[in-house]
């Protein structure tokens, strides 16, 4: 499962790998030898799991574990490029943001106007914090909380030195968080445990009853969305409705900005992640006379958010692509999440 993991996202490393190989290590057996020996066994059927993985990445672009090493090893993406994977692919050390992105996150006044501030992690954070400290002071709890304990830490540091501490990539933490959180609470009185859990259940159900007017999972699956059922005349139907249904069949689509493209359904679009020269590419075909494109959709947030965080390829400048479109292309429509789909003269 932990290569599995890996060839999902190779951010699973840090927040999986190295986290259960370090609990391999200091549990289990009193003698080293047996715990290194699983550890090694681990580390081996993890690697026969990658290889459909590595061979792909090796056929595709020449690197078995690309985006990795992308500076050092064959591949497609030039030393630009690469750099700027690197540079969004760590950061500095700053316990702000973890108070912000997990202890607190979404509880009292969002750090800046544009965070999406809802309490998903409710009061697991702080009780980590409380129990965590507690558990320390007591030889039972302490025994029971330290494996998990560390792998928290390890996940922790990974997140804050090699991401770019977005609250998301935390995610990983709620599984040993939990078996931590339920070892320490099996040494509470009967009642007392049954006191807690109860309050533990109303909390975060206090908090998610307050977001999107008392129906937080509406939106889950995207049905009335992506069917238009929303659509009032001063909010058009969504960007999916309008690509999935709306447009000719033969419509060939531009995507600017949008690198999530899951609820489009027809094939004939172009897109790319930030990292990418898809998108370069697709542009300088745009503004020539043999331009294949019918439609083009921008997202001039996630292009802002590119640049400020100096990701972006220049070529992408939301300066030089909107008078680009403008002149190209009409406006059909905008949408609420500031989406704008043109259609090209």
């Keep these: 499962m932990l290569g599995a993991a890996v060839g999902a996202k190779a951010t699973a490393i840090g927040f999986v790998a190295l986290p259960v190989g370090l609990l391999a290590i200091l549990t289990g057996p009193d003698r080293l030898a047996p715990r290194i020996g699983r550890l090694v066994l681990g580390a081996m059927v993890s690697a026969v799991v990658l290889i459909p993985w590595l061979a792909s990445n090796a056929n595709v672009v020449g690197n078995p574990v690309f985006p990795l090493f992308s500076g050092s090893m064959p591949g497609h993406w030039t030393d630009a490029q690469a750099a700027r994977w690197a540079s969004g692919h760590h950061a500095v050390p700053s316990l ?200 083009v959709v921008l997202d001039p947030v996630m292009l802002q958010i590119w640049t400020a965080s100096g990701w972006s390829d220049p070529q992408l400048d939301l300066e030089r692509v909107t008078p680009l479109l403008q002149r190209k292309a009409r406006e059909l429509a905008r949408f609420g999440d500031g989406k704008i789909l043109y259609e090209v003269r």
């Design 96 to 295: 702000m943001a973890l108070w912000n992105e997990f202890v607190r996150f979404g509880i009292g006044a969002a750090p800046t106007p544009d965070t999406r501030w809802y309490a998903q992690w409710s009061i697991l954070p702080m009780l980590l914090l409380i129990v965590g400290t507690g558990s320390m002071f007591r030889r039972n709890a302490r025994s029971a909380a330290i494996g998990p304990l560390v792998m928290i830490v390890v996940q922790i540091v990974f997140w804050m030195v090699l991401t770019h501490q977005k609250s998301r990539f935390l995610i990983p933490v709620v599984i040993p968080a939990a078996v931590m959180l339920a070892r320490c609470a099996a040494w509470l009185p009967g009642h007392v445990r049954c006191g807690a859990a109860a309050l533990y259940i109303m909390l975060p159900t206090i908090l998610y009853l307050r977001e999107t007017n008392g129906a937080p999972a509406a939106a889950i699956g995207g049905g009335p969305e992506l069917s238009g059922a929303f659509a009032t005349p001063e909010a058009p139907p969504s960007l999916a409705r309008w690509l999935n249904h709306d447009l000719p069949a033969d419509a060939r689509v531009l995507l600017i900005g949008d690198a999530a493209p899951f609820y489009y359904e027809r094939r004939n679009f172009t897109w790319s992640t930030v990292w990418d020269s898809t998108i370069c590419s697709a542009l300088e075909a745009f503004e020539s006379d043999a331009n294949p494109y019918t439609h």
